[in-house]
């Protein structure tokens, strides 16, 4: 099992506080480090200083940091065009050294979309648009040297793109789909991922995911091996009065953190995982919401990380 560090940073992070905390999952051992894509915070907290870019940021991280793979849990279809999203993802993975995933979404938060004028269509659209991103950014990242690419859809269409720059890693960074649908889901990871991850549902719910990925995967006659994961809030301490001051500290209770994510005791996180492993998950995203506590992630690397 590799744990990946994953942070929320649209709830009140400065780039340097991101530094910090991707530069502490690297040195202490963590596979990854994780960031949503997000414009507007939620829930009762300023978010100041502000929202920073996932895509600058991570270019920055690329160049301080030299192991811990990087990416998005979730970037938005809605921000961007598939083209320039290429372009960034190949560039970000050039600048790391090929230590780049890319995970992929549809968008849903229709505030961040008003608040910064990005248009919000419908579900259906914004499906249809993923999934076209989906061709488009394979398509381009795979197409030899030398070589142009085209694609035409019901809303992008490229005519002989030169299909630069190529990323580090051959065919492109892997790919993530993530989320719980019992249909267009399912079918997507099936066809486009190379992982796909259940972000925050109960070990049971993960694996009747899982469950449907899988029998998609059959459906389709797919032959590659796909990663599956999951992402679960994490709150740990060493006794039940350090738990409750970091379940205080990210506005939770214990009670329903110990239900709805990772937490408890550093033997309880332990447990809880080794269930996620039954399932067949091969890496769990710790959710880390207090990005100054840094103490919480070195309790989590040498009490939990080590016993996985």
């Known amino acids: 099992m590799r744990l990946r560090i994953f942070t929320e940073p649209q709830q009140g992070a400065s780039y340097d506080t991101q530094l910090a905390v991707a530069k502490a999952a690297e040195d202490l051992g963590f596979d990854a480090f994780f960031r949503s894509d997000h414009f507007v915070k939620m ?37 961007r065009y598939p083209g320039p999203l290429a372009i960034a993802v190949a560039q970000v993975d050039q600048m790391s050294g090929g230590r780049v995933d890319l ?15 990005i248009p919000f269509p419908s579900l259906r659209e914004r499906f249809e648009r993923l999934e076209e991103q989906l061709e488009i950014l394979t398509g381009l990242w795979g197409t030899p040297a030398g070589e142009t690419y085209s694609f035409s859809g019901d809303h992008y269409t490229l ?26 889901t399912p079918r997507l990871a099936a066809r486009h991922a190379d992982e796909y991850n259940v972000p925050f549902h109960q070990v049971s719910e993960t694996g009747e995911a899982f469950g449907r990925v899988r029998a998609a995967c059959a459906e389709a006659g797919r032959t590659k091996p796909l990663v599956y994961s999951a992402a679960q ?54 959710q880390v919401l207090d990005m100054h506590d840094l103490d919480h992630l070195d309790l989590l690397a040498s009490e939990v990380m080590s016993k996985v």
């Open 159 to 184: 005519a002989d793109s030169p299909a630069l720059p190529k990323p580090v890693q051959a065919g492109g960074p892997p790919i993530i789909i993530g989320g719980f649908g019992a249909k267009r």
């Open 43 to 79: 829930g009762d907290v300023t978010g100041e200083p502000g929202p920073t870019d996932s895509w600058v940021t991570l270019g920055a991280l690329a160049r301080e940091t030299r192991r811990i793979r990087l990416g998005t849990l979730v970037t938005a279809a809605t921000f």
């Open 233 to 286: 809030v994490v709150c740990c301490g060493r006794d039940e009065a350090e738990l409750k001051r970091r379940a205080d500290a990210i506005g939770r209770e214990v009670s329903e953190l110990r239900d709805n994510g990772l937490a408890g005791t550093p033997g309880e996180l332990v447990d809880k995982i080794g269930r996620f492993g039954e399932l067949g998950a091969e890496r769990l995203y710790l």
């Open 103 to 117: 995970g992929l979404g549809t968008g849903w938060f229709e505030q961040e979309h008003t608040a910064y004028g």
